[in-house]
């Protein structure tokens, strides 16, 4: 038997309602969508859902484990619906595409620091920045002529 989105919200804690299981369908088919397009999406099935409506349904949908929130700097907050294996993710610098990238080394967190300070890590967060390889081939030019 599958696991549905229903299964997953009251599994949470959280009540089914149509805006969280339309917040979450539109997140895992579009993962790393910021919340503008997750708004714009929901609309398409929901033309009554407002923008906090679906804010408020991101915040609890991630703050109960069942989304990731991925904060790159320079843009706005993305989501994903890859939770749980402490994976990483790849950005280009010229047109953003943001991309997943399995643990660095071994099982997480992954990254092993030097000196914990007491810590007990359980997480890796690893950004990488560079230029997609379309982007790549035919990069824009940075400076002025």
Known sequence: ?????????????????????????????NPHADAAQILTIVRDHIPTVSHQAVYDCL??????????RIEPAGSPTRYESRVGDNHHHM???QCAVIIDIDC????????????????VVDEAEVTYWGLCATCAAHPLSLTPN
């Not at 038997?1 to 088919?29: C, N, Q, S, W, Y």
Request: aromatic share 4%.
């Open 104 to 119: 660095a080394l071994g099982e997480a967190p992954c990254l092993t620091p030097d000196s914990p300070q007491g810590f």
């Open 91 to 93: 950005i280009c610098r």
């Open 59 to 68: 915040a609890s949908l991630a703050d109960a484990g069942l989304l990731r």
């Open 1 to 29: 038997m599958d696991i549905t989105h229903e299964d997953l919200v009251r599994g949470a804690g959280l009540r089914v309602t149509k805006p969280r299981l339309a917040v979450f369908a539109a997140v895992e088919a």
